[in-house]
């Protein structure tokens, strides 16, 4: 975070990419190659998923030292306790730290693939991603950055965004220093639910970090969106149903409906930071940082249209 709050200061907004790992050898040198040709896209950092339950964590914390070591990214690991007893986490914290990963995401975590809602198991170490965090802190210090997760449009069965305000101040509380959101599309609810963040005590030194998925096909982005409970804007409808079966089209105009979505965001001030569940690909993610390289003027041809400072980075 001290990083992102240099970069701001200076006036540059900052953006990161979130990667899962594969489930085959070849998809995961094929994300490799992908990260490589990222890293020039100039992310302040990349994030790893962590497994329900821990499955393909060797990959995470693999990936996490690939990344960190070999290819010099600022990179972020995810650690969750669901179905995860105490071995398994300090495993996955001695990996990070050797591998001289600095950031944690700290989760709950999906319930295993099968279950719908996760109780609390026999040997599961945490319940609450709030307890991991304490535990983090507690071996740790203050080595990690601990990230946490919040959610403009509620999570789990609770879809009234305003009941989980106060546990996310606990996490905060408890030594998270950065939140990053469950995705949205609609920037009129992100902005009024940071300003609720704000007003229930969570300071403004803790940067509250918009999830982004860019749009890759129509039913992906739909499937999505239901998924996570997140308000599709009417207009977003509008403008993707006529061109819904041709996937070239929907990524054309699903940049231009994120970009904007980004813009106003960062224009509202609530945040100078964007993070892009990549799924693992480049193309969308890569339109839409390209589309937001033009302020909000609609022809990018206009000379007088500056590109956005952090936008030199990318070459
Ligand atoms: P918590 O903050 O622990 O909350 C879990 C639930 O309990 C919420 O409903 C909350 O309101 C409630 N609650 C919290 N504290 C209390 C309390 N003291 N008393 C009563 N109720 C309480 N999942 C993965 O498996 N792997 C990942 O890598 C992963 N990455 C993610 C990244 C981001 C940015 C986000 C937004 C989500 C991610 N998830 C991931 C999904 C996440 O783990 C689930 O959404 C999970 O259901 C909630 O996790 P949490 O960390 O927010 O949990």
């Known amino acids: 975070t001290k990083k992102l709050a240099a970069a701001h200061a200076e006036g540059r907004p900052t953006y990161s990419f979130e990667y899962f790992p594969p489930k085959t050898a070849q998809g995961v040198q094929n994300l490799y190659d992908r990260m490589d040709r990222m890293h020039s896209?100039?992310?302040?950092?990349i994030d790893v998923t962590w497994g329900a339950g821990g499955r393909m964590s060797h990959l995470?914390?693999?990936?996490?030292k690939v990344a960190q070591s070999a290819y010099g990214l600022e990179t972020c690991m995810h650690l969750t306790c669901t179905d995860m007893e105490k071995e398994k986490i300090d495993n996955g914290l001695r990996e990070a730290y050797q591998a001289g990963c600095t950031n944690?995401?700290?989760l709950r975590g999906?319930?295993?693939r099968e279950?719908?809602?996760?109780e609390q198991t026999e040997g599961t170490a945490f319940r609450y991603a709030r307890d991991l965090i304490k535990y983090i802190k507690s071996k740790y210090g203050s080595h990690f950055d601990i990230g946490v997760a919040g959610y403009p449009e509620g999570c789990d069965e609770e879809t009234d965004a305003d009941a989980h305000i106060p546990f996310l101040k606990e996490k905060i509380d408890a030594g998270g220093?950065?939140?990053?959101?469950?995705?949205?599309?609609?920037?009129d609810i992100f902005i009024a639910w940071v300003k609720k963040c704000r007003d229930a005590g969570i300071p403004d030194s803790v940067?509250?970090?918009?999830?982004?998925?860019?749009?890759?096909?129509?039913?992906?982005?739909?499937?999505r969106a239901t998924w996570t409970q997140c308000r599709i804007p009417p207009d977003w409808m509008k403008a993707l149903e006529p061109v819904k079966g041709d996937d070239a089209a929907v990524r054309e105009v699903g940049k231009g409906l994120v970009a904007d979505f980004c813009r106003k965001l960062l224009d509202s001030g609530v945040t100078m930071h964007l993070h892009f569940y990549t799924m693992n690909l480049a193309a969308s993610t890569q339109m839409v940082l390209e589309e937001l390289a033009v302020t909000p003027a609609t022809n990018s041809h206009d000379p007088s249209i500056k590109p956005l400072p952090w936008r030199q980075s990318l070459g």
Do not use: C, N
Not at 41 to 45: D, I, L, Q, R, S
Not at 115 to 118: I, L
């Open 41 to 45: 896209f100039g992310p302040a950092f």
């Open 60 to 64: 995470t914390t693999e990936m996490v």
């Open 104 to 106: 944690i995401l700290a």
């Open 110 to 112: 999906d319930p295993p």
């Open 115 to 118: 279950k719908e809602k996760w």
């Open 177 to 187: 220093t950065f939140i990053v959101t469950q995705m949205s599309y609609d920037a």
């Open 207 to 223: 940067p509250i970090i918009p999830g982004i998925m860019p749009i890759q096909t129509y039913d992906s982005f739909l499937r």
